[in-house]
């Protein structure tokens, strides 16, 4: 099976490297010919918390380099889904595959409006990898990977577990799940509440079990999440609030994808995550006021950066 890995971030570097160990025919693909070439002289660089340090040339391309694949991944960062996926026409085989594992809602709709719905697959990984710099990660915990076949989509129980199969042979635990939209709410739930608070903060995840303050707007905002989720069919397992709790717990030395989108002075996945349910809750006569203001706050924030002090 031929895959492709779109977006260097750190996810995309550590699934193409960890396939490429595998041994499995991987490709990850920039739009950026400059990084390309940059990436392909270093190699993508994993380090782990124990110190551990490896360096894995995977063959890394421009999208026309690389050509159709069976299954293409997409792990850009949600605002970049709309530009990513016009690559997708060109990585997909006849028959083949798109899989995206993205944080946020609107990432499927949007890859669907460019080849459609049929052969998309959609997944949560539930990994500890960070960036620290271009092809340089940092692979701080295992963490299962959910996948499953969405709404619209026609790739069969078989297909789903083939592909389950291969990242379980890249030492990647992997579960297909017919509920997949409602696992992806659940990780939703939860990034609501821990992303924003972090972001506007400036702190690990786990100092908002220390805050007060900052945990009771991260639980209203979960809690808002997972009333929408309810009033659009979907049945989500567990207490919302365990789960933001145990999350922050675990994930305590963690800073926030948001956060250091923030901290990078990157666009944050604001809009995939506070402003969907904010939006899918206005479209249910739901009010989402958390929601809405922590948007709010964060669009700011962003367009803040040039004009902040100190
Ligand atoms: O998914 C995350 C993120 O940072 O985007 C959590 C679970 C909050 C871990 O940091």
């Given amino acids: 099976m031929k895959l492709a890995v779109l977006g260097p971030g750190a996810l995309g570097c550590l ?5 490429h160990e595998a041994g499995a025919d991987v490709s990850l693909v920039d739009y950026r010919p400059e990084r390309v070439a940059r990436l392909r002289l270093q190699g993508i660089q994993v380090h782990t918390l124990e110190g551990g340090h490896r360096v894995i040339k995977a063959p890394i391309g421009l999208g026309p380099e690389v050509g159709p694949c069976d299954l293409t991944i997409v792990a850009v960062k949600a605002y970049q889904t709309e530009t990513a996926a016009r690559a997708l026409p060109g990585l997909m085989s006849r028959g083949g595959l798109a899989l995206t594992l993205q944080n946020g809602l609107g990432n499927l709709e949007a890859i669907a409006r460019i ?3 049929q052969r998309l697959l959609a997944g949560v990984g539930l990994l500890g990898v960070t960036r620290q710099d271009e092809g340089r990660i940092i692979y701080a915990g295992k963490g299962v990977i959910y996948l499953g076949a969405p709404a619209g989509s026609r790739v069969s129980g078989m297909e789903v577990a083939a592909v389950a199969d291969l990242f379980r042979r890249a ?4 579960q297909p799940r017919e ?5 992806l709410w659940e990780k939703l739930v939860i990034n609501v509440g821990i992303n924003p608070l972090t972001a506007l903060l400036r702190v690990p995840n786990g100092v908002l079990l220390q805050l007060p303050e900052a945990f009771e707007v991260a639980v209203a905002a979960a809690l808002e999440a997972q009333a929408v989720a309810q009033a659009a069919g979907l049945t989500l397992s567990g207490d919302p609030v365990a789960r933001l709790r145990q999350v922050c717990a675990n994930t305590a030395a963690n800073r926030s994808s948001m956060l ?8 944050t996945e604001i809009e995939a995550l506070n402003a969907q349910v904010a939006a899918r809750g206005r479209s249910l006569g739901l009010p989402t006021p958390v929601n809405d203001l922590l948007t709010l706050l964060l669009r700011a924030a962003a367009q803040s950066a040039p004009f902040q002090v100190g």
């Fill in 15 to 19: 699934l193409a490297a960890l396939f």
């Fill in 115 to 117: 080849v459609g719905s």
């Fill in 171 to 174: 030492d990647l635990e992997c």
């Fill in 179 to 183: 509920d997949i939209e409602a696992v």
């Fill in 260 to 267: 250091q989108d923030i901290l990078a002075g990157r666009p």
